[in-house]
Structure formats: C-alpha cells, structure tokens
C-alpha cells in the first residue's frame, strides 16, 4: 500500500504496509441521537460523551457501564470536555448555553450565556482558569470559570466558529471556523496573533502538540493540516481520508495524530515521518470526534450512527523501505 502525504513545498512518499487494525474494543450504546463529541477524564476513570439528545454520558472504559447522565441542555450537546485536573466538565449546546459541572456528581455550577447562536465548542486553559467557547454566532468568548463573567469577545472570523483550542503554556487560543480560517490569539492581551490560511473548506476542529510546537486542522476540504505554532506555517498536509475530516487529536506523548472522517474512519499519523499507522472501520455513518485515553493505549470515537467506540491504539512499525522526499514548484500551493 501507498501513503501519500502532501506538504506545501515539500512531497513525501512513504512505501508500507499499513497493519490490519482489530475491531473496535468495546461499544456503547446508550444514546438515542448522533454523538457529537467525546473526552476521556484525565485520570483515565471515565468517558464522556456528549449527543444530539441532549445529555451527556459518562462511562467507565474499562467495560463500558453507564456511570451518570447529565441532564440540563435544552438542545443537542455539541462537545464535552475537561479541565486538565479533572475537577471540571464544560459542555457546549445548540441551546446558545455553555455549562460548567462537576463531573463526579453531574452537578451544573453555572450557566454561561451571552452567545446568540449555538455554541460548538469548549476548551479549558491548562491552568483552568479560563474556559474559551466557540459559536455560530461567528464569535470567540472567554469566560471565567469561577465566576462565569464573560472576560472577553473575539471578533474577526466571518462565520461559524467550530473549535476552539488553548496551547499547554496558556498563552495562546486557536480557533477554527466555517470561513475557511484558523486565527490564533494571545490570551493575556486578546489580540489577533496571526491567521493561519490554507484550507479550501470549512475548519472543524483545531488543536495544539502537547509541547505547544505544532497546531493541528481537520477540515471540509478532505484534510487534516498541520502548522508551526511559531512562524503559522503549513509544514504538512495530511490527505488520505475519503470525505470532510471532522476531528483530530494528539496523542497525549505527541508521537501520533488520529483523525476521523465523514468516509466513516479513523486514521492514526505517525508524526516522526507524516506516515499512515493504521484506519480503523467500525462506524456505519461519519464520525465527529476523537479523543486519546491519558495512557495513550486506547482512543475513543463518536459516531453520526449514535455509537460511542473504543479502540486499541496500533504502534508505529519501522518501515521496511526508505522514504523518499522530492522538493519543487510542483509541491507548492
């Protein structure tokens, strides 16, 4: 088999055999409408999962037992996750509301209103005191998590705002959006950094490296992108996935990149070498999300067709032949 990785100003080819993937380890089947996100608790006890029936699930991993439901959106729950401790749980709803719980009891802290559209995504900063959300109102907010106050309103992109990510150091927000665009943003001054271009298509979802070096696209355009924090360069263009890739995920070592597709797979990326570990099929419809477990050993994926999935991770292999890299015009875009 041949993977092909494009980047801009550089075209590597890496000759392999991509492993045959096992079936998906354990499926859950509790929600009655499509998942559209999932988020494994930092110290690896649960898995959350948040759907278009309003609620979010939590599971234990381990054998996939219902642990608690959060009820308290009043429309489909968009994405879910948690505060890097764990003491915290954010949820974003097309109720135009994001909340804030606590994730042991399902108890809702607060209610975070202000966007006049749904609200798509969530993301807190490392040090947990910031929650950043996304909407379709075409705006950024930030928000203080102890008190709710709306810090801040970002204005610059043109339309939907889909994913919001922070950088570990806590010093920068990305945020990708339907106009096609990734905008990076200083936390501490709430300035446009830089804007990242690129995609042809709608940005789904963004994230950072662990080490904050790379940002990671998924998009409608059938790509996933990867950028240097730094300098906002396009260093590799990931293309192997047969319709809108919708989410993405490092893992938590940085050594690998998973994204999911409306193809119905997921991909795992090798990012020593931007080669294709593995596709694992399972899903009958698209996926929407993709998170890592903390121990790296598993990931997890929510499905269009109402499942939530987990997965043992396949390893990189060496590969047997050598990769070949061709510089030229012809790369470039």
Known sequence: MTTLVGLIGLSVAIFGTEPKAEPAKLTMHGHTNVVNAVKFAPDGS????ASDDDTVQIVDPANGELLLTLKGHTDSVLDVTYSVDGTRMATASADHTAKIWEPGEGKVLLTLTGHTDSVNS???????????????????????????????????????????????????????SSDNLVRIWSVTTHHLVRTLKGHTDTVNAVAFSPDGTLIATASHDDTAKIWDTASGENDVTLSGHGGPVRGLAFSNDGTLLAT???????????????????????????????TFAPDDATLATAGEDKLVKIWNVPKPKPSATPTEKQVGPAAKK
């Not at 570990?277 to 698209?286: K, M, Q």
Request: glycine content about 12%; proline content about 0%.
């Open 46 to 49: 649960g898995l959350a999962s």
């Open 122 to 176: 969530v993301a807190f900063s490392f040090d947990g005191k910031w929650l950043a959300t996304g909407s379709d109102d075409d705006t950024v907010k930030l928000w203080n998590v102890e008190t709710g106050k709306n810090v801040t309103t970002l204005k610059g992109h043109t339309d939907s705002v889909n994913g919001v990510a922070f950088s570990s150091d806590g010093k920068l927000l990305a945020s990708g």
């Open 260 to 290: 999911v597709s409306d193809d119905g797979s997921v991909k795992i990326w090798d990012l020593s070498t931007d080669a294709e570990v593995a596709t694992l099929d399972g899903h009958s419809d698209w996926l929407n999300d993709v």
